[in-house]
DNA sequence: CCGAATCCGAAACGATACTG
DNA sequence: CAGTATCGTTTCGGATTCGG
């Protein structure tokens, strides 16, 4: 299978795949989506697993995810607050969406730090 | 499908899907691997249709991806200069991978379009 | 024709402190 | 608990200029 079912042959105009990278091609979203993929998770519960992350970016991305129609932010007037965030159908269609691509590094990327070193070791290599 | 064949539970440790986005998460990368797809290509070629992209970013990409084994550059010293981009098979699997990703935003560009909408025109909208 | 080098503005990101 | 506000740093990316 080389051009049959994928994203078009190429040739065509401007390409959309900026667009789709401009929403999920950032440090985070894939992560939380896939997270999310496991269920409904809490503000907390997120900010724990997908680690690293700052409440600012968990925010930020969530928001725009909310936006984009990939999960749906649930609010619970309560003391202590409880927010909930869940992929909609959309979001789980993104998900499988991705995990080609998922696969792919986790079976690639072994290959991918040989190649960079074997580049690297080269004698025109770059000085930086 | 909802949990079969995926890239993994995410319950899994720091992920490795950070260092596959760092590396084709970018502007360009996509675009390249998914043009030359069709088959070699030279600079000029390329910086003519992915379009919008400056020379700097197309060398730049470029140089990435050929670190990164995912192409390979084929210099031929001759006046004028001719240099050629080709996808390994690793790029080819590469592109096989992303397809899915590519596939899926040709058919919700439009849906994300209107959730944007909704969103924006929701009463807690945010500001800007 | 194919790039490298430099400069600069814009955007992304992270740390911290503060609020309901 | 679930954010918001502010700040400083880093990275991205375009324009321009120069070299082989």
Redesign the interface.
């Known amino acids: 299978?080389?051009?049959t079912?994928?994203?078009?042959?190429?040739?065509e105009e401007?390409?959309?795949?900026?667009?789709?990278?401009g929403?999920v091609?950032?440090?985070w979203s894939?992560?939380i989506v896939?997270?999310l993929?496991?269920g409904p998770r809490r503000f907390t519960e997120l900010k724990r697993?997908v680690?690293?992350i700052s409440q600012r970016m968990l925010t930020v991305t969530l928001?725009g995810l909310?936006?984009?129609?990939i999960l749906t932010r649930t609010v619970r007037n309560v003391m202590p607050p409880h927010v909930s965030y869940e992929l909609t159908p959309?979001g789980?269609?993104?998900?499988?969406?991705?995990?080609?691509?998922?696969?792919?590094?986790?079976a690639?990327?072994a290959?991918?730090g040989?190649?960079?070193a074997?580049?690297?070791a080269r004698p025109d290599a770059?000085p930086a």
């Open positions: 299978m080389s051009d079912a994928d994203g078009g042959p190429a040739s401007p390409c959309r795949a900026r667009e789709v990278l929403m091609g950032d440090k894939l992560l896939r997270h993929s496991e697993s680690e690293g928001r909310e936006r984009d129609g959309m789980r269609s993104l998900r499988e969406a991705t995990a080609p691509l998922l696969e792919w590094s986790t690639h990327l290959r991918i040989a190649a960079r074997a580049y690297d770059p």
